[in-house]
């Protein structure tokens, strides 16, 4: 009964493709955010979408595109892929989108690029 | 901006033993959370501490936030082997910000044997 599924967890793909990660939450939360973990292990917020509807965008690049077709999903999509977007990018939700809920995380999606 | 800076960057330690992982922010926090990351795995939620003074703990790991709300520290009594990971500590930098977390850069905590 995983609480924040993300797929595929592995990806591997060449300089200049488009990729898409998946992620769906079973949590009932009304929350979904993008967060990307760099080599050194810095986690930095991408996205966050409340009740479909995006919240925040923070200054990432327009070839990330994500997308909530409902609460409970939140995929990206990301085009014309490039060698820094090797990273690990990580699926997280929470109830409300203020300070009072922890946010889950998936296990993340290791994205190499070639 | 706000940031969040983390001491130690690694730490090893013995089996048995005590530590204690710091989280300093440069502006005031309304609600700390704790993390533990193992490799190839997400993030798993330890703490969250939102009052000044406050202190919380989980089996051996205990967490305070200071009474002016800008540092947090980790403590673990008597460490074993599944104690060691990554620890990050994540925070909302401003109150309705759309629930987005700023985290420090990690404590990466190894535990020998």
């Known amino acids: 009964d995983t609480a924040v599924s993300q797929t595929p967890k592995y990806l591997v793909t060449q300089m200049g493709n488009d990729k898409s990660i998946k992620c769906e939450q079973n949590l009932g939360h009304d929350t979904m955010y993008w967060y990307k973990q760099d080599s050194k292990k810095f986690l930095k917020i991408m996205f966050s979408?409340?009740?479909?509807?995006?919240?925040i965008n923070e200054t990432v690049p327009n070839r990330f595109s994500p997308k909530s077709p409902d609460k409970a999903h939140l995929n990206l999509h990301i085009n014309s892929l490039e060698l820094g977007d090797s990273a690990v990018y990580f699926c997280?939700?929470?109830?409300?989108?203020?300070?009072?809920?922890?946010?889950?995380f998936g296990d993340g999606t290791r994205l190499s690029i070639l | 901006s706000q940031e969040l800076e983390q001491s130690p960057q690694s730490l090893i330690v013995q089996e048995g033993k005590n530590l204690t992982i710091n989280c300093t922010s440069s502006?005031?926090?309304?609600?700390l959370y704790w993390y533990k990351q193992k490799y190839g795995e997400g993030l798993i939620f330890l703490m969250m501490l939102q009052k000044g003074g406050e202190e919380k703990s989980h089996e051996k790991i205990t967490a305070k936030l200071d009474e002016k709300k800008q540092q947090s520290s980790l403590h673990i009594t008597a460490s074993q082997p599944s104690h060691a990971g990554i620890y990050l500590c994540?925070?909302?930098?401003?109150?309705?910000?759309?629930?987005?977390?700023?985290f420090g850069q990690g404590t990466e905590l190894s535990v020998k044997p």
């Open positions: 997280a939700s929470s109830q409300g989108g203020n300070s009072n809920q922890p946010q889950h």
């Open positions: 994540g925070a909302v930098p401003s109150y309705n910000q759309g629930g987005k977390l700023i």
């Open positions: 502006k005031t926090l309304y609600g």
């Open positions: 979408y409340n009740n479909k509807e995006l919240i």
